[in-house]
């Protein structure tokens, strides 16, 4: 890992609710979970390891009111490695932090706020399954087909190279127009569990767009 990084399993930062996995822990065990591995009201977040899991955290720290002092680092470890940058073996023992939590629901949709912006020209909806999933395609992985009125773009084809990282800001906002998102609209992501959604989310946000994140999603 790259030296003097601490370690946050994506299990610490998700529950399971109602059998559905990948649901946002109540606001103060995140505080306790975040606190403990030193993040603070003060602290420059910049998170790393696998792309899903470290944009999971990114909606998790928005969420909790501290995602305009977080980021991912682009192309994660594995950049990080091919850059010939040091590495570590030996955990990091952090100072724990002390967090104030400004939780903002507003940056949460469930089913019933979705239902009930179907077919609102001001809401975009976008699904980051595979191109399979979204379109229903036989053999592709449960559930399939999508919500009406959604559009795909692909966590995946948000990036290239290898490491990959993210595209051009001016592919993406292009890619994002394609799926009909206009300027002023509510960007809503989803997936099947809230995790592919919520890289979408961070390339959203980090495009300047109002975005929800529909957690549980399918």
């Known amino acids: 890992h790259i030296p003097g990084s ?9 529950v399971e ?6 649901e946002l822990p109540p606001v103060e065990a995140l505080d306790s979970v975040l606190e403990s591995v030193g993040i603070g009201d003060s602290s420059r977040v910049v998170i790393t390891g696998d792309a899903l899991s470290a944009a999971r955290l990114f909606f998790t720290l928005d969420y909790m009111g501290h995602g305009d002092r977080a980021a991912l680092l682009d192309g994660g470890t594995p950049a990080w490695v091919a850059a010939e940058f040091p590495v570590a073996m030996e955990a990091t023992t952090a100072t724990p932090g002390v967090l104030t939590p400004e939780p903002r629901p507003a940056l949460v949709a469930d089913a019933i706020w979705v239902r009930a912006h179907l077919g609102d020209s001001t809401v975009a909806l976008l699904d980051a399954r595979p ?18 009125g959604a559009k795909n773009i692909f966590w ?10 993210l595209l051009e800001r001016d592919t ?23 995790v ?23």
Request: hydrophobic fraction near 35%; glycine fraction near 12%.
């Open 156 to 165: 995946k084809s948000t990036q290239a190279g290898s490491p990959p990282v």
């Open 17 to 22: 609710r109602n059998g559905v996995v990948m």
């Open 131 to 148: 191109p399979g999933d979204y379109a229903g395609t036989p053999g592709s992985a449960p559930p399939t087909g999508h919500l009406p």
């Open 6 to 14: 601490r370690y946050l399993p994506l299990s610490a930062i998700t």
């Open 172 to 194: 993406l906002d292009a890619m994002f127009r394609a799926a009909g998102v206009a300027p002023g609209d509510l960007v809503v992501t989803y997936c099947n569990t809230g």
């Open 196 to 218: 592919q959604a919520s890289f979408l989310y961070f390339v959203a946000r980090y495009l300047g767009h109002h975005v929800r994140m529909y957690d549980g999603s399918f």
